[in-house]
């Protein structure tokens, strides 16, 4: 664990040590949030020092610059931007995930603005692999022009407390 992120003598309910919180229904004062942002700012901290780990791994073995790496999410994550925590409700810090795809071919730093979702990922995916993709798949390569007229409709729902809640796009 990396002290670095967590405030020296904190004794609330995420206390180090403490055991897990439970479930967690709300954020009671600033510093409970507080805290509940350096927890998972250290979570985050610690997957990137796993994926370090991972490189180095790959690299030791020479098998970097013959690997394709994805990093993605299936959701984001609330942390009280409006009320909620975790992933609750459909806004922006839920539906924006991260993608960051590694190619050995592909200029280090590239970036798009293209707006793609994950059913997008594996005819992207086999294509950079040189593979055909299946006829009747949903998604498309992004790395190729958009297709004219590609219907492009977005969904999410969550269920909370039995409200359902959606998002068109």
């Known amino acids: 664990m990396s002290e670095e992120f967590y405030t020296p003598g904190y004794q609330g309910r995420f206390a180090y040590g403490s055991g897990a919180p439970g479930e967690i229904q709300g954020i009671h004062d600033r510093a409970e949030l507080a805290r509940f942002k350096e927890l998972y700012t250290g979570e985050v901290h610690y997957a990137d020092h796993l994926f370090g780990t991972l490189m180095e791994t790959l690299d030791r073995l020479g098998l970097v610059d013959r690997s394709l790496m994805i990093v993605t999410a299936d959701h984001g994550e609330g942390l009280m931007q409006h009320g909620t925590l975790f992933h609750q409700k459909v806004y922006e810090e839920v539906v924006r995930v991260p993608l960051l795809i590694r190619h050995p071919a592909a200029p280090a730093g590239s970036r798009s603005a293209v707006r793609v979702c994950n059913l997008d990922l594996f005819p992207t995916l086999a294509g950079m692999m040189g593979l055909e993709v299946p006829p009747g798949l949903h998604g498309w390569d ?16 969550t269920n909370v407390d039995w409200r359902s809640m959606g998002l068109l796009w």
Do not use: K, V
């Open 142 to 157: 992004f790395r190729a022009p958009e297709p004219i007229g590609r219907p492009l409709l977005l969904t999410a729902m």
